[in-house]
């Protein structure tokens, strides 16, 4: 059987380990939050157990005890925090101090007001729980909707953790198994540290399983993130476009592209250089989403070229879009003194028609021949095409080289 001082150290090396493990990836990932809360929770678990050791020491006080007690309840309130952290939910450090201060003054009352063990590791089974299992259902049912495996595993191990502290309860209660104590441990007592052991590191392994769920998530979402806007890419457009185009094969209902081009961009980089033609990309970036609806898609397909995809509209929808961005523009530029650099647009605007099919470039060509024509009448305008009749009854018109343009 393993003596109490063994069993105090594998828990300081166990925690230490998984502190370490905890603080490089808050190094090397600093955005990602939940990591230094898991951290300290590891490191304050190590602490715990390290002061815990010091009874041996001083084998007359509970004052190592109490403190041990107090830091690891504290460690259970730091990973809870984690997982709200990891859920974008608010951290409630009041809740943190209420619990912990709660644990504190209890084990206190009843070892020096009044000594009583049951009610100690009551106080101490309690405090250590309720974090837990406040934060279960996120981890079973994720407040994003989205499962996740390591979210699935870290609250079946909670659920086991639990269960381990309430047959520790039952048995200090209960003189089951040779009862509990901290000093004097038992075969069963052994046993229900060891299991402990081991579910703390399932526990964090099961953090780490969502950390890299999550950074994966990142790193696919920044593949598809234009650097300079932030806005989507023309992968993510094309994408995009593929999904709605193969929904309105099903539907036969329309969606809009717009296509849109800066005028005379080539100037503004040759006259004012290329940091003031990115800050021109990034301030029509900014006007233009004001101007559209929850749901419609701004992508930057290259250079000085963006995309707009609007679902679930019409031709008409489209080109009242398109005016809204001519027209916020158009302010813009007329509020435009000193060195600033007005911003003119030409947009061509285009619907998705049963003959393109599930064929993004179609349409693409089809919104591109439109600002084609917008840049031919002058620019700073939008134009719209519709394909035209055939002129032979039973042929069909090409949708983009037999278009008729409404000019704005």
Not at 304 to 313: A, G, I, K, N, Y
Request: glycine content about 8%; some cysteine.
């Amino acid at each position: 059987m393993l003596s109490v001082p063994t069993l105090w150290t594998v828990l300081v090396i166990n925690f230490l380990a998984l502190g370490l493990i905890w603080a490089y990836v808050q190094r090397t990932y600093p955005s990602f939050e939940a990591a230094r809360y898991w951290t300290g929770s590891a490191f304050m678990c190590a602490v715990s157990a390290a002061v815990a050791m010091l009874r041996g020491i001083y084998d007359q006080s509970l004052l190592p005890l109490l403190a041990a007690g107090t830091i690891m309840v504290l460690a259970t309130c730091l990973a809870a925090m984690g997982i709200r952290c990891f859920y974008a939910k608010p951290v409630d450090w009041q809740r943190t101090a209420l619990i912990t201060g709660n644990a504190f003054v209890g084990m206190f009352f009843f070892i020096y007001i009044h000594d009583s063990a049951p009610a100690r590791l009551t106080i101490f089974t309690v405090t250590q729980a309720l974090p837990l299992l406040l934060s279960l259902k996120m981890l079973l049912s994720p407040p994003d909707g989205k499962r996740n495996a390591g979210a699935q595993l870290a609250g079946i191990i909670v659920i086991l953790i639990v269960v381990i502290y309430a047959l520790r309860l039952l048995a200090g209660l209960t003189g089951v198994a040779g009862g509990f104590s901290y000093t004097n441990y038992g075969q069963s007592q052994s046993f229900l540290t060891l299991v402990l052991v081991f579910l703390s590191m399932a526990v964090n392994f099961g953090f780490l399983l969502m950390a890299i769920d999550r950074l994966r998530s990142e790193v696919a979402d920044l593949a598809l993130m234009d650097d300079l806007t932030g806005v989507a890419n023309r992968r993510h457009l094309l994408q995009r476009l593929t999904e709605e185009c193969a929904r309105s094969e099903r539907s036969s209902e329309p969606f809009t592209l717009l296509v849109i081009d800066l005028d005379g961009f080539k100037g503004i980089n040759d006259t004012h250089g290329h940091a003031a033609g990115d800050a021109c990309l990034q301030h029509f970036t900014l006007m233009a989403q004001t101007r559209l609806r929850p749901g419609d898609m701004l992508a930057r397909t290259g250079g000085d070229e963006f995309c707009v995809v609007l679902p679930s509209s019409t031709m008409r929808e489209g080109a009242m879009i398109a005016r809204r961005l001519l027209e916020v523009c158009r302010a813009d530029a007329e509020q435009c003194i000193g060195s600033d650099i007005p911003i003119s647009v030409s947009i061509g605007v285009a619907q998705w028609t049963r003959s393109m099919g599930a064929f993004p470039d179609r349409l693409i060509a089809a919104a591109d021949h439109a600002l084609y024509e917008a840049k031919r009448d002058g620019r700073n305008r939008f134009a719209a095409y519709d394909p035209s009749p055939p002129l032979v009854p039973g042929l069909e018109a090409d949708p983009v080289a037999e278009a008729i343009r409404k000019r704005a």
